[in-house]
């Protein structure tokens, strides 16, 4: 007998009480732009002398997707909104895209794909967390052009199975 759930990875056991809580609140926030408060909590908890080891480098790890997420997702929204004001309000001044932006494009979607495939087989949780935060990013860049490549289908906000957090529900 086979449960359905029995491949789907779970949080990483963290012993320590205030790694833990980091944790949480790093996984639980938008990483569009961390709260200086959850920042604060996660460094003071990284800081401590704790005998959690591999607690202390798994939220260390989440920390640092959470704060390249951040950046990341500063350059997505730069570049998605170079593309609005090019092309006016209400998409009066619809033209070809200039060379540059094309290779911009190009450039964010294989850093994504590179960034994606760097999680190990024991990061999932984080995995499907980056692919949340900065899918929804890229499908509404991926709206505002036409004529991308057929690799842009792989770009999803599905962190689970079902319609949770799917495209469906993103642009509702």
Request: aromatic share 8%.
């Amino acid at each position: 007998m086979r449960f359905y759930s029995e491949d789907v990875s779970h949080k990483p056991d963290i012993n320590d009480p205030q790694l833990l809580n980091a944790f949480k609140d790093l996984i639980a926030e938008s990483w569009d732009e961390i709260p200086d408060s959850v920042v604060y909590d996660v460094k003071e908890a990284l800081s401590k002398n704790t005998e959690d080891k591999a607690g202390n480098e798994i939220v260390a790890n989440v920390f640092r997707a959470a704060e390249a997420v951040e950046e990341f997702s500063g350059i997505i929204t730069t570049l998605r909104m170079t593309i609005d004001d090019s092309v006016g309000m209400s998409g009066e001044d619809v033209k070809p895209l200039p060379d540059h932006i094309k290779n911009a494009i190009h450039t964010i979607f294989d850093r994504y794909s590179t960034y994606l495939n760097s999680f190990g087989p024991d990061e999932t949780y984080l995995r499907k967390k980056v692919e949340t935060e900065l899918g929804t990013k890229l499908i509404h860049l991926k709206m505002r052009c036409s004529g991308l490549g057929a690799e842009w289908g792989k770009v999803t906000v599905l962190g689970t199975s079902g319609l949770a957090g799917s495209y469906v529900e993103q642009r509702a």
